[in-house]
């Protein structure tokens, strides 16, 4: 007798306590302080759902949940200004923020 078990257990979002609250440690996009729960999945049907235990932070560009302890700290408003007006270009195609020197993306690889 053979069982297959298809399905698994997933993160979700449950609600944003403080957006912006950090900086996300695979893209660098900003990152949301979130309450998350868990989700088991069979045949990808939702079965129960249970509390994370402690807030963490969620990129919304990577789908990534991280401890805040391994974030580095947003950079202050005034600085926050600052680059946006001196160093940081936007792609128009994906909305990353891209170094002015670069002739293309490199996320998605369109000309700037």
């Not at 680059?83 to 993306?105: A, G, K, M, N, Y």
Request: charged letters at 20%; aromatic letters at 12%; glycine letters at 6%.
């Amino acid at each position: 007798m053979f069982f297959f078990f298809v399905g698994g257990v997933n993160q979700q979002v449950k609600e944003v306590l403080k957006r912006g609250a950090g900086r996300c440690i695979a893209c660098g996009s900003a990152a949301d302080l979130v309450e998350y729960e868990k989700v088991l999945k069979i045949f990808f049907l939702p079965v129960k759902t249970w509390p994370g235990k402690q807030p963490v932070l969620h990129c919304d560009n990577c789908n990534l949940f991280f401890p805040q302890s391994f974030a580095p700290p947003p950079p202050p408003a005034d600085e926050r200004r600052l680059r946006s007006i001196t160093d940081v270009l936007t792609c128009p195609h994906c909305s990353r923020e891209v170094d002015p020197e670069f002739r293309f993306c490199p996320f998605c690889g369109s000309a700037l």
